[in-house]
């Protein structure tokens, strides 16, 4: 599967943005899907999974009722949306799909097969 996230972009403090993640090849629905992001310097961290038919969520704690994570199976995409932003959430952000998952939801980086090229988010204060 080919992974092409979007939607990055410089936005201030409290804005949103709404980041996209198309997928092509294998069947969409049969793969977890996850969010995860890096700051310069630092190591790529998990921001949120959702499972193969989008009911069942989880999210880092630092962005726990802020953002969003969501899918459209018929149109192979995930989303995130991202509100009430704050500079520490400025990062290149990375799609991520897991297809062998034996658990609904998967936060461990480790556990992704395929990655897309990430897409940069910027929030200034």
């Known amino acids: 599967v080919q992974l092409q996230a979007s939607g990055g972009g410089l936005v201030q403090a409290g804005g949103s943005l709404r980041l996209s993640c198309a997928a092509s090849?294998?069947?969409?629905?049969?793969?977890?899907m996850g969010w995860f992001r890096q700051a310069p310097g630092k190591q790529r961290e998990f921001v949120a999974t959702i499972n193969r038919t989008g009911y069942r969520r989880d999210y880092a704690d630092s962005v726990k009722g802020r953002f969003t994570i969501s899918r459209d199976n018929n149109k192979n995409t995930v989303y995130l949306q991202m509100n009430s932003l704050k500079p520490e959430d400025t990062a290149v952000y990375y799609c991520?799909?897991?297809?062998?998952?034996?658990?609904?939801?998967?936060?461990?980086?480790?556990?992704?097969?395929?990655w897309g090229q990430g897409t940069q988010v910027t929030v200034s204060s």
């Open positions: 991520a799909a897991d297809f062998a998952a034996r658990v609904a939801v998967v936060t461990a980086l480790a556990e992704y097969d395929y």
């Open positions: 090849g294998r069947a969409f629905g049969s793969y977890v």
